[in-house]
């Protein structure tokens, strides 16, 4: 799937790439940040981590 000439499915990979990274960094205090943000980045990782699954098992 391609969206403007880039993957939809590397692109929500490399998203939820990033979302690891931000939540080991919060919750190992490396970065500083309040933990509403923590807990929201969590629900985004989740949602972009099915999203690129279901559309990683249809491709």
């Known amino acids: 799937m391609m969206a403007a000439g880039v993957s939809i ?4 990979g490399v998203l939820n ?3 690891i990274l931000f939540q080991i ?5 490396w970065i ?5 943000w923590h ?3 969590a629900m985004v990782l989740a949602a972009s981590a ?3 699954a ?3 098992f249809l491709t």
């Open 9 to 12: 499915i590397l692109t929500l």
């Open 17 to 19: 790439l990033l979302l």
């Open 25 to 29: 960094g919060t919750g190992l205090r």
């Open 32 to 36: 500083k940040a309040p933990f509403v």
């Open 39 to 41: 807990k929201r980045s």
């Open 50 to 52: 099915v999203v690129h």
């Open 54 to 56: 279901v559309l990683a």
